[in-house]
């Protein structure tokens, strides 16, 4: 069994009434949301990567930032009372904070294409950024006074397509560990029968566990749609657990600011900045459903919301249907990077990891 992906309406329905429907998009990824596109390049021996969203034209965004130790470029002027209303896009990088450098790439990949913000004759693309901890997995990151992020982010903006992207391995997830798990770039989108088009894309790379103790299946399982993680159900079982989750050392190590959940939402609904913020904190609970422990103080966590303003919003009640397809997306787009990752050094993928106690 698995939980409908649209939210259900307040109110019961009057008798002969429609039911909604919702349903993965083509792809079932970020993409199927109209206006968005995605590029992803890796440093195949750094084990590293970026990942660039990138809307077709500027967008209204915001963001939510949560866990303990968030790397970030831009997000104040993300803020409710920020001069600038629209970005040019969103930077996801391993790195840390060297892969902030990413984000230049990019800026510059979008300037000699005269896209951005304007004043005057000057055109400054506004491109926020987050970055996740891959810096112990193993790669080679011997960089010297060249840390690649910068080349990286230019790579990835010009790649970026509509359609089909990698995941797992790919990205912002090439080098990611989930817990015990090799991590990776996750994405899942939600479409209703009513023109609403909802979609995430997630750089996994976090502390807590994404599967049950005990079992193979997912904490996502209940979204799961359409068999996209493996189809797996909870084991009947003694679930005294829940009350205090075991928590597993990270193969690669932990430490303060060594993991991080990145994640972008967007829908082709028109959003105020404000509504977006709501729409990326309602988005923050696709991470706790699919991650435990979630926004500990080793995590970064954060979500970015973006609008691509194909379709008006419908009043407060369609952007908090919006807020919940989102949270949904998050937890799938979780579940499915971390199903599609392949091992890489000492991070076992998920089809080849022992089963967690």
């Not at 790649?159 to 797992?168: I, V």
């Not at 995430?200 to 359409?226: H, K, L, Y």
Request: overall charge negative; charged content about 20%; glycine content about 14%.
């Amino acid at each position: 069994m698995r939980l409908t992906i649209d939210p259900p309406t307040i109110a019961a329905p009057a008798a002969g009434a429609t039911t909604r429907k919702v349903l993965p998009g083509r792809a079932n990824l970020i993409t199927d949301v109209g206006g968005i596109a995605v590029g992803n390049a890796e440093d195949r021996s750094a084990w590293s990567g970026v990942t660039v969203i990138l809307p077709d034209a500027r967008a209204v965004a915001a963001v939510d930032v949560r866990g303990g130790a968030p790397g970030t470029r831009e997000t104040d002027t993300l803020g409710p009372t920020g001069l600038v209303d629209h970005i040019d896009a969103i930077v996801l990088s391993g790195g840390s904070a060297f892969g902030l450098d990413a984000a230049g790439g990019a800026m510059a990949w979008l300037a000699e294409r005269r896209r951005g913000f304007k004043v005057g004759s000057a055109v400054v693309p506004i491109v926020p950024a987050a970055i996740l901890f891959d810096l112990l997995n193993g790669g080679d990151k011997d960089w010297g006074d060249t840390p690649p992020y910068r080349g990286l982010g230019r790579q990835a903006a010009q790649s970026a397509r509509g359609g089909d992207f990698a995941l797992g391995n790919a990205g912002a997830g090439f080098g990611a560990c989930a817990g015990g798990l090799k991590g990776g770039l996750g994405s899942a989108s939600a479409v209703t029968d009513d023109g609403i088009e909802v979609g995430a894309v997630v750089a996994v790379n976090c502390f807590g566990s994404v599967t049950i103790p005990g079992s193979r299946c997912f904490w996502a399982w209940p979204f799961e749609q359409d068999g996209e993680f493996g189809g797996l159900t909870p084991p009947a079982r003694d679930r005294s657990f829940d009350l205090d989750p075991p928590i597993e050392k990270p193969t690669t190590g932990a430490a303060a600011g060594a993991n991080t959940a990145l994640g972008v939402v967007a829908t082709n609904v028109a959003l105020s900045r404000p509504q977006a913020m709501r729409m990326a904190m309602m988005a923050q609970d696709g991470f706790a459903r699919a991650i435990r422990p979630v926004h500990t103080p080793f995590d970064g966590d954060v979500v970015f919301a973006l609008s691509t303003a194909q379709r008006p919003l419908d009043g407060s009640m369609e952007l908090t249907r919006i807020g919940s397809l989102a949270a949904d997306c998050v937890s799938r787009a979780i579940a499915r990077g971390v199903f599609a990752a392949e091992s890489l050094g000492a991070m076992a993928a998920y089809n080849a990891a022992p089963m967690s106690r």
